[in-house]
């Protein structure tokens, strides 16, 4: 993976909280990306966690860590919105992850809303989500593609991304609210 070759992320202030934005161009149909941002079967092999249940309807979710023997605790989660296949709106302890999905043809415009109190945590936020936009965009393409989440993604370049992220960010790529 090069770290360098990457759709750059925005950070914004937001209602008093930080909000980290990826977008991504998926060469896969809207109801096959769809599938594996809700599927609990399909998550563990690309995103940061795995679900107890399908994130498909509204209320409680379970979220464990993939790959992180140091957080191996459980964190509450709740589904707030369902709009399929358009909108998931979760959150994941006290973070809110809202994806958004529309279709251009047979291609998938997916964007990423992390909303986060703590600032300095958006240029690990970035990274690690960068990795899991690679994997997912892999596994659509049906590749068997290697965890990049938790303590994998340092083999991945987490490190390198981390820091052209706290580079971008402190360079200015944050509005005010």
Known sequence: MNPTDTNQPSLARVDGKWELVLERTLEHPIEEVWAALTESGQL??????????????????????????EEDERRKGEVL?????????????????????????????????????????????????????IGLTGILAGKQMPSMTGSNAFRYGWKELHDQFAKLFEAGNTLAD
């Open 81 to 133: 919105t369902v709009e399929a296949p358009r909108l998931l709106v979760f959150r994941w302890g006290r973070d809110i992850l809202r994806w958004e999905l529309s279709s251009i043809g047979s291609q998938t415009i997916l964007i990423l809303r992390h909303s986060f109190t703590d600032d300095r945590m958006a240029p690990s936020y970035a990274a690690g989500w960068h990795l899991c936009l």
């Open 44 to 69: 563990p092999s690309w995103g940061p966690f795995a679900a107890d249940r399908d994130l498909t309807e509204p209320g409680p979710v379970q979220l464990a860590h993939m790959n992180n023997p």
